[in-house]
């Protein structure tokens, strides 16, 4: 077995380490082992990707041209960055908005009014930088929060509430609309999710649905209508957390006239760990797909002039990104869509102040990028596991090491290890051949390995 290169990094060291490359193969068979066998192959890799918020693409209007540029080249570039090719978009106000707002006037059921031009001044160049860099278009998921105040039972979009009856029509009109005024500016929106996190009532916009409101709204009213203008827009139901992923996905999925419309399940990692709901849902009904949605390092506070001391940027939060990647992708995620793909310095802007980390932030006053570590542990995978790879069956004997492989459309074979405890000496495996290797204590490395 050749190893065409390695890539690693550990806590408190530089990043992304290049180790000797084309090491040769042998392997202790008594060491703890990390085997992979390519014959058995699973879910098929449709990339990574962050979230064109207007915090995102107003944070990088603070900065100066070459700045901005940089973060989106950071993230988009194949050669000089992290090579997304996701991306997700909120329709109209979300909390990581400069204010509440929606595209029509107060009232207009008929939606005469629509009007996504706020969208121009900062979201849009931001997304269409983004394919410059890229070299090719997006799939962009979007997504709301809330509908419109007067849709609402609340005559608010904050605070949860629900959707009227009355405005289900128009209210699945609007995804159409919203569709087509993106259209017109040159992107094509790959999906829409029927809300942002429909399960929790948030001091933000946000939207209240049970599973059988949201399976309702699908099958009478989004879906036809979805389908009838836009038929190549995909669906995507749940789009919250994976703690009751199961109990949601199935009333809808379970529902053949609602099904024919949803391409599939999104998720998001806060509350819980439960990766294998992924693979429940999945054995439930496998032939429809499953996509990380959103996550990120919440900094929640309440305060405008919060300061951070030192648990923005931890190790850890690094670590969370890599053990959820993981876990993800081998329970049958197809990609995986980070949250804010910059924020300034203190985790905002955000109209409630609920203040996260991104990958990426701008410090406003030293005009320049900081690179938090999750940045680099996402790179682990983003920068090796191409666009089309299969994921490959894995077994690891040690509770704190963490890995997955993917062989490539080329035939390369990459596997991302992580570690989350002290140094520990192993044996990589792949189809019965092997070579010992080191993890250092908190680290992740990334093994490219060609079969001879």
Same mark, same amino acid.
């Given at each position: 077995?050749?190893? %065409?290169?390695?890539?690693?990094? *550990?806590?408190?060291?530089?990043?992304?380490?290049?180790?000797?490359?084309?090491?040769? @193969?042998?392997?202790?068979?008594?060491? !703890?082992?990390?085997?992979?066998?390519?014959?058995?192959?699973?879910?098929?890799?449709?990339?990574?990707?962050?979230?064109?918020?207007?915090?995102?693409?107003?944070?990088?209007?603070?900065?100066?041209?070459?700045?901005?540029?940089?973060?989106?080249?950071?993230?988009?570039? *194949?050669?000089?960055?992290?090579?997304?090719?996701?991306?997700?978009?909120?329709?109209?106000?979300?909390?990581?908005?400069?204010?509440?707002?929606?595209?029509?006037?107060? @009232?207009?059921?008929?939606? /005469?009014?629509?009007?996504?031009?706020?969208?121009?001044?900062?979201?849009?160049?931001?997304? !269409?930088?983004?394919?410059?860099?890229?070299?090719?278009?997006? !799939? #962009?998921?979007?997504?709301?929060?809330?509908?419109?105040?007067?849709?609402?039972?609340?005559?608010?979009? &904050?605070?949860?509430?629900?959707?009227?009856?009355?405005?289900?029509?128009?209210?699945?009109?609007?995804?159409?609309?919203?569709?087509?005024?993106? *259209?017109?500016?040159?992107?094509?929106?790959?999906?829409?999710?029927?809300?942002? /996190?429909?399960?929790?009532?948030?001091?933000?916009?946000?939207?209240?649905?049970?599973?059988?409101?949201?399976?309702?709204?699908?099958?009478?009213?989004?879906?036809?209508?979805? /389908?009838?203008?836009?038929?190549?827009?995909? #669906? #995507?139901?749940?789009?919250?957390?994976?703690?009751?992923?199961?109990?949601?996905?199935?009333?809808?999925?379970?529902?053949?006239? +609602?099904?024919?419309?949803?391409?599939?399940?999104?998720?998001?990692?806060?509350?819980?760990?439960?990766?294998?709901?992924?693979?429940? %849902?999945?054995?439930?009904?496998?032939?429809?797909?499953?996509?990380?949605?959103?996550?990120?390092?919440?900094?929640?506070?309440?305060?405008?002039?919060?300061?951070?001391?030192?648990?923005?940027?931890?190790?850890? &939060?690094?670590?969370?990104?890599?053990?959820?990647?993981?876990?993800?992708?081998?329970?049958?995620?197809? @990609?995986?869509?980070?949250?804010?793909?910059?924020?300034?310095?203190?985790?905002?802007?955000?109209?409630?102040?609920?203040?996260?980390? +991104?990958?990426?932030?701008?410090?406003?006053?030293? !005009?320049?990028?900081?690179?938090?570590?999750?940045?680099?542990?996402?790179?682990?995978?983003?920068?090796?596991?191409?666009?089309?790879?299969?994921?490959?069956?894995?077994?690891?004997?040690?509770?704190?090491?963490?890995?997955?492989?993917?062989?490539?459309?080329?035939?390369?074979?990459?596997?991302?290890?992580?570690?989350?405890?002290?140094?520990?000496?192993?044996?990589?495996?792949?189809? @019965?051949?092997?070579?010992?290797?080191?993890?250092?204590?908190?680290?992740?490395?990334?093994?490219? %390995?060609?079969?001879?």
């Amino acid at each position: 077995m050749k190893v %065409l290169s390695v890539r690693s990094e *550990k806590k408190d060291s530089k990043y992304w380490i290049q180790l000797p490359e084309r090491q040769t @193969g042998g392997y202790d068979p008594s060491r !703890k082992v990390i085997a992979v066998n390519s014959n058995q192959m699973y879910q098929e890799f449709m990339g990574f990707g962050g979230a064109f918020t207007e915090a995102a693409a107003y944070t990088l209007s603070e900065a100066p041209t070459e700045v901005r540029n940089e973060a989106i080249r950071a993230y988009f570039s *194949k050669d000089k960055g992290l090579g997304y090719v996701l991306g997700r978009v909120h329709i109209h106000s979300c909390d990581f908005a400069l204010e509440n707002y929606t595209y029509v006037s107060e @009232g207009d059921k008929e939606l /005469e009014t629509f009007d996504i031009s706020r969208e121009d001044k900062w979201v849009i160049p931001m997304i !269409k930088d983004a394919m410059v860099y890229a070299g090719e278009p997006l !799939k #962009i998921l979007a997504s709301p929060w809330s509908p419109p105040a007067f849709m609402k039972d609340t005559k608010e979009m &904050n605070y949860g509430g629900k959707l009227l009856p009355e405005y289900n029509a128009s209210w699945a009109n609007y995804y159409v609309k919203f569709v087509e005024a993106m *259209k017109a500016r040159g992107i094509d929106i790959w999906a829409v999710s029927v809300q942002n /996190e429909p399960l929790a009532t948030q001091t933000w916009d946000s939207c209240i649905y049970t599973a059988e409101e949201e399976r309702d709204f699908v099958k009478y009213h989004l879906g036809p209508v979805l /389908e009838s203008a836009y038929p190549e827009t995909k #669906i #995507i139901i749940w789009d919250h957390n994976r703690d009751v992923l199961v109990e949601r996905g199935a009333v809808v999925l379970a529902d053949k006239e +609602a099904a024919k419309y949803v391409w599939g399940t999104g998720n998001h990692w806060y509350v819980s760990e439960a990766f294998e709901n992924l693979s429940a %849902l999945h054995n439930l009904f496998p032939d429809k797909h499953i996509l990380f949605t959103e996550g990120c390092v919440e900094l929640t506070t309440t305060s405008e002039n919060a300061q951070f001391n030192g648990y923005l940027g931890s190790w850890t &939060n690094g670590e969370r990104y890599g053990r959820n990647i993981i876990g993800d992708f081998n329970n049958w995620s197809r @990609g995986w869509i980070d949250w804010n793909l910059v924020l300034n310095e203190k985790g905002g802007p955000n109209h409630v102040y609920n203040y996260c980390e +991104a990958p990426i932030m701008y410090d406003r006053d030293k !005009k320049e990028l900081i690179y938090n570590n999750s940045y680099y542990y996402i790179g682990h995978f983003s920068k090796y596991i191409e666009v089309g790879a299969k994921r490959l069956e894995i077994s690891v004997t040690n509770e704190e090491v963490h890995a997955v492989a993917f062989r490539n459309p080329n035939g390369d074979t990459v596997v991302v290890a992580q570690n989350e405890g002290w140094i520990v000496e192993m044996s990589l495996v792949v189809d @019965g051949e092997g070579l010992n290797i080191n993890l250092p204590d908190h680290s992740i490395t990334t093994f490219v %390995l060609k079969a001879e």
